[in-house]
């Protein structure tokens, strides 16, 4: 048989979870409080207490797995973030290894020769004919 108060400890460290990771969401913990007591059908002030290990509350059944089910959808969530984002170093990483294997860009044209052909004639540039002007 359980008690009152190891339901609501076995409680306490998913609920703390849930708050914490909506505070570093929103920037509010009493953002947070009111978000997941509205997530879980509960008031803030109740989520506060169970966190705060207060003497007259309790959880029930249907919180318990509300809170479960809650951190479920969550772990579920940050888990598709990861994939995510792995596929998108991945992906980076698989371009910057194809535009090392392939040498600089080039649109294709002919732009020419590298370098123009000199066309000094030996000797300073002061002897070079001027254009008039």
């Known amino acids: 048989m359980v008690t009152v108060e190891q339901a609501n400890e076995v409680a306490r460290d998913p609920l703390l979870r849930l708050v914490l990771d909506r505070k570093d969401r929103t920037g509010s913990l009493m953002a947070a409080y009111d978000d997941v007591g509205g997530c879980l059908g509960r008031s803030p002030s109740w989520v506060r207490k169970v966190i705060g290990r207060a003497a007259d509350v309790s959880v029930?059944?249907?919180?318990?797995?509300?809170?479960?089910?809650?951190?479920?959808?969550?772990?579920?969530?940050?888990?598709?973030l990861e994939a995510a984002t792995a596929a998108r170093e991945e992906a980076r990483r698989a371009v910057r290894e194809a535009a090392a294997v392939a040498g600089p860009l080039r649109s294709g044209r002919d732009s020419g020769p590298a370098v123009a052909p000199a066309c000094v004639m030996p000797g300073t540039l002061a002897e070079l004919p001027r254009a008039p002007g």
């Open 60 to 80: 029930g059944l249907h919180d318990w797995l509300n809170i479960n089910t809650l951190c479920a959808r969550l772990d579920a969530a940050s888990a598709r």
